[in-house]
Each structure stands twice: as structure tokens, then as C-alpha cells.
């Protein structure tokens, strides 16, 4: 079960680190798109502030929950990400990290999914 934490917590950081390195790297190359309302990045930044204040005040069971509920929603827009990255890439590299970005997201939502029953069933 550890570990299980362990994984959740290091792929919600490595999360964040991608978010940040997209943030930065689309600011350099689009920044007067970035600055218009209602661009993506400009909501991906709201959302991540969102989730991270979701987190603040919460502990124990009521963390592991929201924890878990701001997770799968990240992983979700990272999916969709990749799946755009497949569509529009240019670059093999970036269509095969897509890939697999894709796996492991879809994969750690359902392990999270099963989490959420287990322990819904089993307070």
C-alpha cells in the first residue's frame, strides 16, 4: 500500500513538472496567444491552482479522496494532450511519448478508480 502512495505521489509531481515545462516552452513560443483570455494554457494554470487549493485544507481520508479526484481529472487532460501530440506532432519521439502517456495515465486512473470503491466499501 506504500508503495501504491509512493507511486501516486511521484506521478502527481512528475505531473506538475510536465505541466510547468509545457507552461514555460508555450510561453517561449506562442507567448502572445498565452496572454489572450481563455487560452488553454492560460485554463490548465487555473485548473492546477484549483486542485493544488482543493488539497490545502484537506487530511487523511478526505485527502486521499480529493487527491485522487484532482488526479484523475489531470490525467484525463493530459490524455487529451497526447492525443492531440499524435494528431498534430511532427516528431516520432513526441508521438511515442504520447503513447505512452496515454497508457500510463489510463492505467493509474482506473488503478485510483479501483482505490475509491475499495475504500468507499471498506471505510
Known amino acids: 500500500m506504500k508503495n501504491n502512495y509512493l507511486l501516486a505521489i511521484t506521478t502527481f509531481i512528475a505531473g506538475i513538472l510536465l505541466t510547468v515545462l509545457i507552461t514555460g516552452y508555450n510561453r517561449q513560443q506562442a507567448q502572445p496567444a498565452n496572454m489572450m483570455g481563455g487560452s488553454g494554457m492560460m485554463t490548465m494554470n487555473s485548473s492546477m491552482n484549483e486542485m493544488m487549493q482543493s488539497l490545502e485544507k484537506a487530511e487523511g481520508e478526505d485527502f486521499d479522496m480529493a487527491f485522487m479526484n484532482s488526479m484523475m481529472v ?6 487529451e494532450m497526447a492525443k492531440e501530440a499524435k494528431a498534430k506532432g511532427m516528431h516520432e519521439e513526441i508521438k511515442n511519448l504520447a503513447d505512452d502517456i496515454i497508457e500510463a495515465q489510463e492505467n493509474e ?3 485510483m478508480k479501483m482505490w475509491q470503491k475499495e475504500w468507499e466499501a471498506n471505510p
Open 109 to 111: 486512473i482506473e488503478q
Open 74 to 79: 489531470h490525467h484525463e487532460g493530459a490524455i
